[in-house]
């Protein structure tokens, strides 16, 4: 058995692990008497997937278990997947293992999914947040033994501010500059349309400008009842039409040739990176907001404590830091090292 | 505290230097006294706490984090005080994340000025509490001096003269005879009193430019010509009592050349060159290259000094004593200053030397013929002109020597800032070793037209066969000429050159790759 595990800088009070039924691999979490892999980056026969981000949910495997928004996320992404709609709640058993759901918090259709087997529970989180989002249901804490928490923003640095602190400076750079448009760049899938939400709960009723990555994501969120308002394709507007306006496009697109049309625009960014000046400055944004879709270090280590799993995994982001936490704090845990994660497109 | 963490921020992320003045103008009108002028005080580099130390920053956050988690967080945000800003743990009875307006910017300014060595953790940690994330990175900025938010003192007070209507000359002139919280300047900018007496005070006067030279020739009856000198032109103001070097800015830069102020005692303020003596020269000025070593230093060591000695290359005298002589023609300036060398200390002044020519003809022979290294071109001024402040018509011109030019192959690019931030600007580019490689010889991002510049930008997206982060490497097939002052050796770059000033001079669409020119060609160019 090909286990890669990362040994912890402190070695872990006791020899054993617990769950020895989950085998943490650098493609994917496997569940062995299901036959199923978690979160693969390699194509699989049977999938469980968490979310619809890119270095969560691949194409090409042969059968996926998800959130019906998921697998629509999915379908649009990867065109057509065979999949197994798993509802919020419900149980599905397979191979002896009981599966099912539960709200993360991240984005549109997002879960943790809850493996029980052989009177062992185990989370998985995949990414989360504990932040009120208007474009998906909160996070639910689910006791269990083993919790296998992402870290994307492990490090006590990471704290994000409240989200309306963040929303008011994006309208009032807005309202300062009458004759320019804002250019927010925000993550196509669950933080262009939560940033769209959160002005639009904020009295912000003005069309939105989208650059064409992001339409047919937010056409989806719109079928999936999530009211964004009026939105506008970016292309084709005479420049002059986008002042005083917001105009949304994915992080790639800030600074190249297509932000080139808009009326001199005020470079924003919606990520939790932002919190970090020199980040900031790296990406030409001159309009940082730190608004996230991962917990940051005070979820993160809030969220173990709620939890008070009798072991902690750590899959991506910062695992070192979040590790040295958890042995100050008498938590079992262990890095696992996992490929591919935190994506530049994600934050 | 709020007003000026947010104009801190705000100078970080703006790029536009017309953007950070607004920002520096509405705060200095809109903030209460004395915050405002201490704000001014601050973004000029003039506070100093001398009980507070980097090592009281270490000191405070060690005894309220996990030693190992700050490490972490250190080496993945660089800047100690930003990384301490940002974990700082407040105390669970204060509110998270709020600046709860307690604390004024001059509250902070009294109380850090007041501390002790030993007091100095515990003061900073008792007002970090109060204080979000940017006032906690502007509370320890402010409290070790040195913001570096990316301006110039020239730029904060341009920014307060913007704010008030003010000439940021007038400014500069007062600006010597005041200390923080400069409450006099403030009183005049608003109408309250009268403008504050320099008088007695080293004050910086604004320099005289020249324009480039475009005309065929000129009548050196009525223009006297001397050597364009390649170091920094400084001007040197001595009352008596104290003395100030100013750079073409009007930067006080008085702690990076100690040496050139301790040795001018005078009463009078002479324009000059900067330079260094290399030995390579003979205890002649060296290359500007040189004198890069010494520029852009707060203090400046025993070596240094000795290394990169410096010395003053005089062209003029605008004030002797109580004359000023600034409106007296230039030829009577010049009488005065050859007069005035006589009181100097020769290892630390010397005078521009005058060139001698019959005719405008001769003097461009002398001109191509000269190879000194810090011979950037020539001077024309007239005979008659007075010194005026900037550029004015007809005065002075500035003859440069023609650049040299080499044939390069464009190989990496880079955006620009900006205006500039959607298009490949900046452009390294490489010439061919003996063995057939290609090594880098320097890097521009000036020269081109903004339709050139559309042509190159699409060039490099289109021929793009590697990504380094922002960088793109290129197809080697692009060559470029490009322009420059003069070239160095340098033990920084791979190829061991580095160029002065290199612009794009043209794109050698037609001209193969293989036909650029090679490194040990650029070596014999050396100056």
Same mark, same amino acid.
């Given at each position: 058995?090909?286990?890669?595990?990362?040994?912890?800088?402190?070695?872990?009070?006791?020899?054993?692990?617990?769950?020895?039924?989950?085998?943490?691999?650098?493609?994917?979490?496997?569940?062995?008497?299901?036959?199923?892999?978690?979160?693969?980056?390699?194509?699989?026969?049977?999938?469980?997937?968490?979310?619809?981000?890119?270095?969560?949910?691949?194409?090409?495997?042969?059968?996926?278990?998800?959130?019906?928004?998921?697998?629509? &996320?999915?379908? #649009? *992404?990867?065109?057509?997947?065979?999949?197994?709609?798993?509802?919020? +709640?419900?149980?599905? %058993? @397979?191979?002896?293992?009981?599966?099912?759901?539960?709200?993360?918090?991240?984005?549109?259709?997002?879960?943790?999914?809850?493996?029980?087997?052989?009177?062992?529970?185990?989370?998985?989180?995949?990414?989360?947040?504990?932040?009120?989002?208007?474009?998906?249901?909160?996070?639910?804490?689910?006791?269990?033994?083993?919790?296998?928490?992402?870290?994307?923003?492990?490090?006590?640095?990471?704290?994000?501010?409240?989200?309306?602190?963040?929303?008011?400076?994006?309208?009032?750079?807005?309202?300062?500059?009458?004759?320019?448009?804002?250019?927010?760049?925000?993550?196509?899938?669950?933080?262009?349309?939560?940033? &769209?939400?959160? #002005? *639009?709960?904020?009295?912000?009723?003005?069309?939105?400008?989208?650059? +064409?990555?992001?339409? %047919? @994501?937010?056409?989806?969120?719109?079928?999936?009842?999530?009211?964004?308002?009026?939105?506008?394709?970016?292309?084709?507007?005479?420049?002059?039409?986008?002042?005083?306006?917001?105009?949304?496009?994915?992080?790639?697109?800030?600074?190249?040739?297509?932000?080139?049309?808009?009326?001199?625009?005020?470079?924003?960014?919606?990520?939790?990176?932002?919190?970090?000046?020199?980040?900031?400055?790296?990406?030409?944004?001159?309009?940082?907001?730190?608004?996230?879709?991962?917990?940051?270090?005070?979820?993160?280590?809030?969220?173990?404590?709620?939890?008070?799993?009798?072991?902690?995994?750590?899959?991506?982001?910062?695992?070192?830091? #979040?590790?040295?936490?958890?042995?100050?704090?008498?938590?079992?845990?262990?890095?696992?090292?996992?490929?591919?994660?935190?994506?530049?497109?994600?934050? | 505290?709020?007003?000026?963490?947010?104009?801190?921020?705000?100078?970080?992320?703006?790029?536009?230097?017309?953007?950070?003045?607004?920002?520096?103008?509405?705060?200095?009108?809109?903030?209460?006294?004395?915050?405002?002028?201490?704000?001014?005080?601050?973004?000029?580099?003039?506070?100093?706490?001398?009980?507070?130390?980097?090592?009281?920053?270490?000191?405070?956050?060690?005894?309220?984090?996990?030693?190992?988690?700050?490490?972490?967080?250190?080496?993945?945000?660089?800047?100690?005080?930003?990384?301490?800003?940002?974990?700082?743990?407040?105390?669970?009875?204060?509110?998270?994340?709020?600046?709860?307006?307690?604390?004024?910017?001059?509250?902070?300014?009294?109380?850090?000025?007041?501390?002790?060595?030993?007091?100095?953790?515990?003061?900073?940690?008792?007002?970090?509490?109060?204080?979000?994330?940017?006032?906690?990175?502007?509370?320890?900025?402010?409290?070790?001096?040195?913001?570096?938010?990316?301006?110039?003192?020239?730029?904060?007070?341009?920014?307060?003269?913007?704010?008030?209507?003010?000439?940021?000359?007038?400014?500069?002139?007062?600006?010597?005879?005041?200390?923080?919280?400069?409450?006099?300047?403030?009183?005049?900018?608003?109408?309250?009193?009268?403008?504050?007496?320099?008088?007695?005070?080293?004050?910086?006067?604004?320099?005289?430019?020249?324009?480039?030279?475009?005309?065929?020739?000129?009548?050196?009856?009525?223009?006297?010509?001397?050597?364009?000198?390649?170091?920094?032109?400084?001007?040197?103001?001595?009352?008596?009592?104290?003395?100030?070097?100013?750079?073409?800015?009007?930067?006080?830069?008085?702690?990076?050349?100690?040496?050139?102020?301790?040795?001018?005692?005078?009463?009078?303020?002479?324009?000059?060159?900067?330079?260094?003596?290399?030995?390579?020269?003979?205890?002649?000025?060296?290359?500007?290259?040189?004198?890069?070593?010494?520029?852009?230093?707060?203090?400046?060591?025993?070596?240094?000094?000795?290394?990169?000695?410096?010395?003053?290359?005089?062209?003029?005298?605008?004030?002797?004593?109580?004359?000023?002589?600034?409106?007296?023609?230039?030829?009577?300036?010049?009488?005065?200053?050859?007069?005035?060398?006589?009181?100097?200390?020769?290892?630390?002044?010397?005078?521009?030397?005058?060139?001698?020519?019959?005719?405008?003809?001769?003097?461009?022979?002398?001109?191509?013929?000269?190879?000194?290294?810090?011979?950037?071109?020539?001077?024309?001024?007239?005979?008659?002109?007075?010194?005026?402040?900037?550029?004015?018509?007809?005065?002075?011109?500035?003859?440069?020597?023609?650049?040299?030019?080499?044939?390069?192959?464009?190989?990496?690019?880079?955006?620009?800032?900006?205006?500039?931030?959607?298009?490949?600007?900046?452009?390294?580019?490489?010439?061919?070793?003996?063995?057939?490689?290609?090594?880098?010889?320097?890097?521009?991002?000036?020269?081109?037209?903004?339709?050139?510049?559309?042509?190159?930008?699409?060039?490099?997206?289109?021929?793009?066969?590697?990504?380094?982060?922002?960088?793109?490497?290129?197809?080697?097939?692009?060559?470029?000429?490009?322009?420059?002052?003069?070239?160095?050796?340098?033990?920084?770059?791979?190829?061991?050159?580095?160029?002065?000033?290199?612009?794009?001079?043209?794109?050698?669409?037609?001209?193969?790759?293989?036909?650029?020119?090679?490194?040990?060609?650029?070596?014999?160019?050396?100056?």
């Amino acid at each position: 058995m090909m286990t890669h595990l990362a040994e912890p800088r402190h070695p872990v009070p006791s020899s054993a692990h617990m769950a020895h039924w989950i085998e943490p691999h650098p493609n994917g979490i496997y569940v062995r008497p299901a036959d199923a892999w978690i979160d693969p980056s390699l194509p699989q026969e049977r999938a469980l997937v968490t979310h619809g981000h890119a270095d969560h949910a691949r194409g090409g495997h042969g059968h996926v278990w998800a959130t019906r928004e998921t697998l629509a &996320i999915m379908a #649009l *992404r990867y065109g057509t997947a065979s999949g197994t709609a798993v509802g919020y +709640g419900e149980e599905i %058993r @397979m191979g002896g293992v009981t599966i099912s759901y539960v709200p993360a918090g991240h984005v549109l259709g997002s879960a943790q999914i809850l493996l029980e087997h052989a009177g062992e529970r185990v989370v998985v989180t995949g990414d989360y947040k504990r932040r009120p989002d208007p474009t998906c249901l909160p996070f639910e804490p689910v006791p269990c033994d083993i919790f296998v928490t992402e870290a994307t923003f492990g490090l006590p640095v990471f704290r994000h501010p409240d989200t309306g602190s963040e929303m008011d400076r994006l309208l009032g750079a807005l309202q300062a500059n009458p004759d320019r448009c804002v250019l927010v760049g925000a993550y196509a899938l669950g933080k262009a349309q939560r940033v &769209i939400c959160e #002005l *639009r709960a904020r009295g912000h009723h003005e069309a939105i400008y989208i650059h +064409g990555a992001l339409e %047919r @994501m937010c056409a989806l969120y719109q079928e999936f009842g999530v009211d964004m308002g009026e939105l506008r394709p970016a292309t084709g507007v005479v420049a002059k039409e986008m002042c005083e306006h917001i105009v949304l496009s994915p992080p790639s697109a800030l600074n190249d040739r297509w932000s080139r049309r808009l009326p001199d625009p005020i470079t924003a960014m919606a990520s939790g990176w932002m919190r970090v000046r020199q980040r900031a400055r790296q990406k030409n944004v001159e309009l940082p907001l730190v608004i996230s879709d991962h917990a940051d270090w005070d979820e993160l280590t809030d969220t173990i404590r709620e939890v008070a799993p009798t072991e902690t995994w750590i899959t991506h982001g910062c695992e070192e830091a #979040l590790l040295h936490w958890c042995m100050t704090h008498q938590i079992r845990a262990r890095a696992l090292a996992m490929a591919g994660r935190e994506d530049e497109d994600e934050g | 505290m709020r007003a000026f963490s947010k104009l801190l921020d705000g100078l970080i992320y703006t790029r536009s230097r017309n953007g950070k003045l607004a920002l520096i103008a509405t705060y200095m009108r809109e903030a209460p006294d004395p915050d405002r002028g201490w704000a001014l005080a601050a973004l000029t580099g003039n506070l100093d706490f001398k009980s507070v130390k980097a090592s009281a920053i270490g000191e405070m956050i060690r005894a309220r984090t996990d030693p190992v988690l700050f490490e972490m967080s250190r080496d993945y945000v660089g800047d100690l005080a930003e990384t301490v800003a940002l974990l700082w743990p407040k105390n669970e009875d204060q509110p998270a994340e709020v600046d709860d307006g307690s604390l004024s910017l001059s509250g902070i300014i009294d109380r850090l000025h007041g501390v002790s060595r030993a007091a100095a953790p515990d003061a900073l940690a008792a007002m970090m509490d109060h204080l979000d994330a940017s006032g906690r990175f502007a509370l320890l900025k402010l409290a070790t001096g040195g913001l570096r938010v990316g301006i110039s003192a020239r730029l904060a007070k341009t920014g307060f003269a913007q704010a008030f209507g003010l000439d940021v000359d007038d400014v500069e002139q007062v600006w010597h005879a005041l200390s923080p919280p400069y409450t006099a300047l403030f009183d005049w900018a608003e109408g309250r009193s009268g403008r504050p007496d320099p008088e007695g005070t080293p004050y910086f006067r604004p320099f005289m430019l020249a324009h480039p030279l475009e005309a065929d020739s000129v009548d050196l009856t009525d223009y006297a010509a001397e050597w364009k000198w390649d170091g920094i032109r400084i001007q040197i103001v001595g009352t008596g009592s104290e003395t100030r070097l100013y750079s073409r800015a009007g930067d006080d830069i008085s702690g990076s050349f100690p040496e050139i102020a301790e040795a001018f005692t005078g009463h009078a303020v002479l324009d000059g060159e900067l330079l260094v003596r290399g030995e390579v020269q003979g205890g002649e000025a060296a290359s500007f290259n040189a004198l890069q070593q010494r520029l852009g230093r707060k203090s400046v060591t025993a070596k240094m000094m000795s290394d990169f000695p410096a010395f003053v290359r005089l062209y003029d005298l605008l004030i002797e004593g109580d004359d000023d002589l600034r409106a007296l023609p230039w030829s009577d300036r010049r009488s005065r200053l050859e007069a005035y060398m006589a009181q100097l200390p020769t290892n630390r002044f010397d005078l521009s030397a005058l060139i001698e020519a019959a005719d405008f003809e001769a003097l461009a022979d002398i001109r191509a013929g000269a190879r000194d290294a810090a011979i950037e071109g020539v001077m024309l001024k007239r005979r008659d002109s007075p010194y005026v402040a900037g550029r004015k018509a007809a005065l002075w011109y500035k003859w440069k020597r023609d650049p040299l030019t080499a044939d390069c192959v464009m190989m990496y690019a880079q955006r620009g800032h900006g205006k500039r931030s959607s298009f490949y600007s900046d452009y390294t580019f490489g010439c061919w070793t003996e063995g057939g490689e290609l090594l880098p010889v320097g890097k521009a991002y000036s020269g081109f037209t903004d339709e050139e510049l559309k042509w190159l930008d699409r060039f490099v997206r289109q021929n793009t066969v590697n990504r380094f982060g922002p960088v793109r490497e290129v197809e080697k097939t692009l060559v470029l000429e490009v322009a420059f002052d003069s070239i160095h050796d340098s033990k920084r770059h791979k190829s061991g050159l580095a160029m002065r000033f290199p612009r794009i001079a043209r794109i050698r669409k037609d001209k193969p790759a293989s036909e650029a020119d090679t490194v040990a060609g650029l070596k014999r160019l050396v100056s």
